[in-house]
């Protein structure tokens, strides 16, 4: 089935420090999607992206559909940033999400 | 600003009883989802509903089933649970084709 791979498995950066988040998948995908998961669990929709590159804030997000990857870079980095960050993908029927393991990050002060 | 509303937040259990968990979306979607997140944090997809029919269900074991009366809500019912059922279940939901949008979650520990 569709494999959803993500690293570095964790980042610790020191605040200000920018970070490249990398996903990888193994079949096509019609839909990306990265997300953030604070400590406490709740899940947010950052970006949606399928292909190219797209901005939010100080997030900037490229997919690369013919190579199956999928970056997010995260620039001058903030305490608030720490938590785990998710990419997941749609392909084949059903409009489920395959999520990969998350990258764990921590920014300190 | 929460579209995806899901109670109870928290639930303790013990082995064996009954479990139903709510999840009600505001945002007019047309498909919602019940996805379980274990403690390896690695989140799956368990059931896909659009428009109240059940459109995905992953092999999951059967005491699990969802229960939908409108494309605003998907409720979901654990018939006598399992130690390996503790984990956070989150609903989503989104219109079909775009991105998913998720709710706080319930976390189910079963003892």
């Known amino acids: 089935g569709q494999q959803v791979q993500q690293s570095p498995a964790s980042l610790v950066l020191q605040e200000g420090e920018n970070a490249e988040l990398q996903c990888n998948f193994s079949?096509?995908?019609?839909?990306l999607q990265w997300f953030y998961q604070s400590p406490g669990g709740s899940l947010v929709s950052l970006l949606s992206?399928?292909?190219g590159t797209k901005h939010t804030g100080r997030l900037t997000s490229t997919t690369v559909t013919k190579e199956r990857r999928s970056s997010l870079h995260i620039s001058s980095s903030q305490t608030t940033d720490s938590g785990t960050y998710l990419c997941?993908?749609?392909?084949?029927?059903?409009?489920?999400?395959?999520f990969g393991i998350g990258t764990r990050v921590l920014v300190r002060p | 600003e929460t579209a995806v509303f899901q109670t109870p937040n928290y639930h303790v259990t013990q082995v064996g009883n009954e479990v139903s968990f709510n999840c009600k979306q505001t945002l007019g979607h047309d498909t919602m989802y019940w996805y379980k997140q274990d403690s390896k944090k690695l989140l799956k997809i368990m059931f896909s509903?659009?428009?109240?029919?059940?459109?995905v269900n992953e092999t999951v074991p059967r005491r699990f089933s969802p229960q939908s009366s409108d494309k605003a809500h998907l409720n979901l019912r654990i018939k006598s649970v399992e130690p390996e059922d503790s984990a956070v279940y989150l609903c989503?939901?989104?219109?079909?084709?775009?991105?998913?949008?998720f709710g706080p979650g319930t976390r189910l520990t079963v003892l």
């Open positions: 509903y659009n428009n109240k029919q059940l459109i």
């Open positions: 079949s096509t995908a019609t839909q």
């Open positions: 992206n399928p292909s």
């Open positions: 997941a993908i749609v392909s084949g029927a059903g409009n489920k999400l395959t």
């Open positions: 989503a939901s989104s219109a079909t084709g775009y991105e998913q949008y």
